[in-house]
């Protein structure tokens, strides 16, 4: 089974600067099966992101995905309000099980 | 457009059974797999396993395989998740969520059923 780790577990920041969220698996992630999703409260998963970068119907391009193998990064380049959410990424590689990372909150500096 | 849609909040006792639904709106049931994903309060999404619509064959995440059965109804575009033998660790936010594939991400998805088991 593949474990993903997220780090920060909270990042705190202001509207308008920049988020780096980091998923790194424990092994190397098949043709880049990767994918990030925004979860606010009471709600299911958003889909943002597929691929490792790309850009899933409607998301907007301030949201961007990077990296391969074992090392993937979110990146939402000037936060809005509406972006102060859960981000979790998937693996979704050639053998089950599916697996999630634990989650990186971002929330308001 | 599409939309998946998931039967109400259960509230269970140890030892018993929940059935959750998830009809489907808006485009070809048969040619996409159904998964289904759990949430624990304040805890993190754990992969149930999925259900191909199309011929009904399953599988199950090893940790979930005595206890979640996984089945569909053609004929109203809806697919259903057992669980049985429900402890206080079943406790959780259910969501089903479409899938082209086997192992996919998931493009939509239900708004969740909230399972609580409790004496």
């Known amino acids: 089974e593949i474990v993903l780790t997220q780090s920060p577990g909270t990042l705190s920041l202001s509207p308008g600067e920049r988020a780096t969220l980091s998923c790194r698996a424990s092994?190397?992630?098949?043709?880049?099966?990767l994918a990030w999703y925004q979860q606010k409260p009471g709600q299911p998963p958003r889909l943002l992101i597929y691929?490792?970068?790309r850009r899933a119907t409607g998301i907007p391009d301030r949201f961007s995905g990077s990296g391969s193998g074992t090392d993937f990064t979110l990146t939402i380049s000037r936060l809005e309000p509406e972006d102060f959410a859960v981000y979790s990424c998937q693996q979704y590689g050639d053998s089950p099980p599916i697996t999630f990372g634990p989650g990186t909150k971002v929330d308001i500096k | 457009q599409v939309q998946l849609v998931q039967s109400g909040a259960e509230v269970k006792k140890p030892g018993a059974s929940v059935k959750v639904s998830c009809k489907t709106f808006g485009y070809a049931f048969n040619g996409y797999y159904i998964h289904w994903v759990r949430q624990a309060p304040g805890q993190g999404l754990e992969w149930l396993g999925w259900?191909?619509?199309?011929?009904?064959?399953?599988y199950y995440a090893q940790k979930f395989q005595d206890w979640v059965t996984m089945t569909r109804d053609t004929s109203i575009n809806t697919a259903y998740m057992e669980l049985s033998r429900l402890t206080s660790d079943a406790t959780a936010v259910y969501y089903c969520?479409?899938?082209?594939?086997?192992?996919?991400?998931?493009?939509?998805w239900g708004q969740g059923t909230l399972v609580t088991v409790s004496s």
């Open positions: 259900i191909n619509p199309q011929n009904g064959d399953t």
């Open positions: 092994q190397n992630v098949n043709s880049d099966s």
């Open positions: 969520a479409r899938g082209f594939l086997q192992g996919d991400y998931f493009d939509f």
């Open positions: 691929g490792a970068s």
